[in-house]
């Protein structure tokens, strides 16, 4: 359906990027196998640094965990639930 040199995204990939990338509203299709339609947007440009939401998520894999920010817009909250999901395991694993 995308023209040449175009990017179709749909709505649950729109909301994960919104506020990143300035996207166009298309129209809505029903995919084959779909019971409703899904509404398709287009990729316009991506937006500078300055115009980035600040509530962005931010991700970080190691070697045996993984960090998922859903809201970075108050890091330091996040850094503190972080602390205390440390303590819960921390319980957790020493009553084991």
């Given at each position: 359906?995308?023209?040449?040199?175009?990017?179709?995204?749909?709505?649950?990939?729109?909301?994960?990027?919104?506020?990143?990338?300035?996207?166009?509203?298309?129209?809505?299709?029903?995919?084959?196998?779909?019971?409703?339609?899904?509404?398709?947007?287009?990729?316009?440009?991506?937006?500078?640094?300055d115009g980035r939401d600040k509530?962005?998520?931010?991700?970080?894999?190691?070697?045996?965990?993984?960090?998922?920010?859903?809201?970075?817009?108050?890091?330091?909250?996040?850094?503190?639930?972080?602390?205390?999901?440390?303590?819960?395991?921390?319980?957790?694993?020493?009553?084991?």
């Open positions: 359906m995308a023209e040449p040199d175009t990017i179709l995204i749909d709505e649950n990939t729109y909301g994960l990027i919104e506020g990143r990338v300035d996207c166009k509203r298309v129209d809505e299709i029903t995919p084959k196998g779909f019971a409703r339609p899904v509404q398709v947007y287009k990729v316009e440009d991506f937006l500078s640094g509530r962005m998520s931010l991700f970080r894999a190691g070697e045996r965990v993984e960090v998922n920010v859903i809201d970075s817009s108050d890091i330091r909250a996040a850094i503190e639930e972080l602390r205390d999901i440390q303590e819960e395991f921390e319980q957790q694993f020493s009553d084991a």
